[in-house]
């Protein structure tokens, strides 16, 4: 079973700059395919903020674009959020994602990580 474990988050000031990571567990016989950060503050819909392909195609949320940066390590299963220039309306609880394919049952998957929080403060 695949899971994901987040962190790095917290409270930094606006203008200050984080780095989330997402490890994935449980990957031996899957194929990953695409990665991605989410965000959601209360009340609100969860919203992507950045993704990438297994390829290393990337998307941003036109909010974030040119102050996030998305990668990924495929030999440490892990995506990284680098997080610049942050301004308190990127507060929120940040989730990573994974889609993955199991041969053996010739399914897609999608799998979420626990969330981390992000707070900055003007």
């Known amino acids: 079973q695949v899971q994901l474990v987040e962190s790095g988050g917290g409270l930094v000031q606006a203008g200050g700059s984080l780095r989330l990571s997402c490890a994935a567990s449980?990957?031996?016989?899957?194929?990953?395919?695409?990665r991605g950060w989410y965000r959601q503050t209360p009340g609100k819909q969860r919203e992507l903020v950045a993704s990438i392909t297994s390829g290393g195609n990337t998307n941003y949320a036109d909010s974030v674009k040119g102050r996030f940066t998305i990668s990924r390590d495929n030999a440490k299963n892990t995506v990284y959020l680098q997080m610049n220039s942050l301004k308190p309306e990127d507060t929120a609880v940040y989730y990573c994602n994974l889609n993955y394919f199991r041969a053996y049952t010739s399914r897609n998957y999608e799998v979420w990580g626990q969330g981390t929080q992000v707070s900055v403060s003007s």
């Open positions: 449980g990957t031996t016989g899957a194929i990953l395919r695409t």
